[in-house]
């Protein structure tokens, strides 16, 4: 007989057993295991560090129970590959946040694409599959960019003081992202880099996101009260909630307003090059169901893109000689004065691979979460159809077997192949790090937020030398629904002559 070992590598015939014998932790009748965590912020903060003990203390497959629903948590990279490999064409998932879900049941919105699945999600997936997946057209996207991209860069100048650090990066670049996708969206500048009331609605905005990924955050591992009346803590959500959802709304009416008077004054018809995204939607989806999606493209930046900017400059900041690497690559591509967009793009191997690199050293997600069509023998367990599965490769992202040399900080890896590691490594390996997830419930926003990511990192090496003052402890995740920079991260930015 062969086994599984703890490290991915198949080694025994599984022998089939059922979900009772799946190993974790003691579940008590009603809360099955929330005891553990609703009594205990700091476990839930460090949920990605918990997920970790579980996998060192039962093994590669892990069950937990929350209220009245089981978790089958997977850490081994060949399961992973089974679950993924067997999916249809409509895989179903459990939403990141059950109570963005709630609010918008409740608010009689269009659910969006992670809340739904089925008929319903492959509609709206194939509506924007146009417009989010065609990787040129994102491209000439970022050519309309490149003001934002000046205005964050000298907003950034504005904002560093007299030790060349800035007191609020994750607001200052919260707004960039957010004008960043007014263009995306409404193809229109927002003004929330302008010093007037926009600036104030992007602040709102931004505060309200951190509410309600941290709030959401807490309520996944408490006893869903909220759902059956209004918590403390979910009228404080339901707020924050509101505040993104009007926001976006007061947008979107102002990017209609601005396209009829682009028709009216071209014979009814909108150019091809103006509104590209609004027009595609319009196509296929009622108002409804455009607003949801306008709502995620608007704001999703804030939750995901900004923290892995964080997270990318502070990698660079402490690794120097990666750092000027990258950086002699970006004054190669960017010639004075031009925009920084197609070469970058396309030719960046430092830059692009320190995105990459960064997404192993501070993964943004902790799982992706599938509900099994189908039963699988998973880790040897008979695993039946409609159980709720989280695939938690991040255990992995320090493994010798998977990547070599794992502590060291080489964003070259990419681009070297996978030459050294065992046959097996190399077959399961792009289970291993999925930072976008994985087929074709992947990330919607993937390609814009490689992007905007690679691009903006070009602008700040462009202009900036980045250092981590010694004295500094080393930036730490916290688990926000999404993995969080723990704090303002305190980088200095030494203008280059
Ligand atoms: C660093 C940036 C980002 C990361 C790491 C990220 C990661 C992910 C992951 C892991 C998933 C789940 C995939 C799966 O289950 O296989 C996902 C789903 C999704 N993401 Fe992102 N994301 C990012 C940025 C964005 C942005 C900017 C947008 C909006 C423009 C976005 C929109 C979505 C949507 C709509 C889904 C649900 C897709 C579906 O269910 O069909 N994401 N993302």
């Known amino acids: 007989m062969k086994e599984k070992s703890f490290t991915g590598i198949i080694s025994f015939t599984p022998k089939k057993m059922g979900l009772k014998h799946i190993p974790g932790p003691t579940a008590l009748p009603v809360v099955g295991n929330l005891y553990q965590y609703m009594f205990n912020k700091s476990k839930i903060l460090k949920y990605h560090e918990v997920l970790q003990q579980l996998y060192e203390k039962y093994g590669p497959i892990v069950r937990e129970t929350f209220g009245n629903k089981t978790?089958?948590?997977?850490?081994?990279?060949?399961?992973?590959?089974?679950?993924?490999?067997?999916?249809?064409?409509?895989?179903?998932?459990?939403?990141?946040?059950?109570?963005?879900?709630?609010y918008r049941k409740k608010s009689d919105m269009s659910l969006g694409l992670g809340n739904t699945n089925g008929e319903e999600w492959y509609r709206l997936r194939s509506a924007i599959k146009g417009f989010m997946f065609d990787f040129y057209g994102l491209r000439s996207l970022s050519v309309k960019k490149d003001g934002?991209?000046?205005?964050?860069?000298?907003?950034?100048?504005?904002?560093?003081?007299?030790?060349?650090?800035?007191?609020?990066?994750?607001?200052?670049?919260?707004?960039?992202?957010?004008?960043?996708?007014?263009?995306?969206?409404?193809?229109?500048?927002?003004?929330?880099?302008?010093?007037?009331?926009?600036?104030?609605?992007?602040?709102?905005?931004?505060?309200?996101?951190?509410?309600?990924?941290?709030?959401?955050?807490?309520?996944?591992?408490?006893?869903p009260f909220y759902k059956y009346f209004p918590?403390?803590?979910?009228?404080?959500?339901?707020?924050?909630?509101?505040?993104?959802?009007?926001?976006?709304?007061?947008?979107?009416?102002?990017?209609?307003?601005?396209?009829?008077?682009?028709?009216?004054?071209?014979?009814?018809?909108?150019?091809?090059?103006?509104?590209?995204?609004?027009?595609?939607?319009?196509?296929?989806?009622?108002?409804?169901?455009?607003?949801?999606?306008?709502?995620?493209?608007?704001?999703?930046?804030?939750?995901?893109?900004?923290?892995?900017?964080?997270?990318?400059?502070?990698?660079?900041?402490i690794n120097p000689e990666i750092q000027e690497k990258a950086y002699q690559e970006v004054k190669k591509l960017m010639a004075e004065g031009a925009p920084a967009t197609k070469e970058i793009i396309s030719q960046s191997m430092w830059v692009s691979g320190t995105v990459k690199e960064t997404f192993r050293f501070f993964p943004i997600g902790t799982e992706i979460a599938r509900i099994l069509k189908k039963d699988l023998v998973l880790s040897g367990h008979n695993i039946p159809e409609g159980s709720n599965i989280h695939i938690n490769m991040n255990v992995h992202f320090f493994n010798e077997q998977y990547f070599r040399n794992a502590r060291v900080f080489n964003p070259v890896r990419w681009s070297e192949g996978l030459s050294g590691l065992s046959e097996d490594a190399k077959r399961v390996r792009k289970y291993v790090l999925m930072p976008f997830g994985?087929?074709?419930?992947?990330?919607?926003?993937?390609?814009?937020?490689?992007?905007?990511?690679?691009?903006?990192?070009?602008?700040?090496?462009?202009?900036?030398?980045?250092?981590?003052p010694e004295n500094e402890k080393p930036l730490q995740q916290v688990f926000n629904t999404l993995l969080v920079p723990d704090r303002n991260p305190p980088i200095r930015f030494i203008k280059r002559s």
């Not at 948590?73 to 999916?87: I, M, S």
């Not at 880099?193 to 509410?211: C, H, Q, T």
């Not at 989806?285 to 502070?314: A, R, W």
Request: net charge negative; charged share 30%; proline share 3%.
């Open 71 to 102: 978790i089958i948590h997977l850490f081994d990279p060949v399961d992973a590959k089974t679950v993924l490999d067997n999916e249809d064409k409509r895989p179903f998932v459990v939403p990141l946040q059950e109570t963005t879900l709630l």
């Open 438 to 468: 994985a087929n074709i419930r992947s990330c919607a926003g993937r390609l814009l937020a490689d992007q905007d990511l690679i691009l903006m990192i070009s602008r700040v090496l462009y202009h900036y030398q980045l250092v981590y």
């Open 231 to 317: 918590t403390p803590k979910w009228i404080k959500l339901e707020k924050a909630e509101d505040v993104i959802t009007n926001g976006t709304k007061f947008q979107m009416e102002k990017a209609y307003d601005e396209m009829y008077e682009v028709m009216s004054e071209n014979r009814g018809e909108i150019p091809s090059d103006r509104f590209e995204f609004l027009t595609e939607l319009r196509k296929k989806l009622n108002k409804k169901e455009i607003t949801t999606i306008m709502l995620s493209v608007h704001t999703d930046g804030l939750s995901t893109i900004v923290p892995s900017l964080l997270f990318n400059l502070y990698c660079l900041a």
């Open 148 to 223: 934002v991209f000046d205005d964050i860069i000298a907003k950034l100048g504005d904002e560093i003081d007299e030790n060349g650090q800035v007191k609020d990066l994750r607001m200052l670049f919260g707004k960039w992202a957010l004008e960043s996708s007014g263009i995306t969206c409404f193809d229109r500048r927002l003004g929330y880099l302008d010093s007037g009331d926009m600036e104030k609605l992007a602040e709102k905005i931004i505060e309200a996101n951190k509410e309600v990924f941290y709030l959401s955050g807490l309520l996944k591992f408490s006893f």
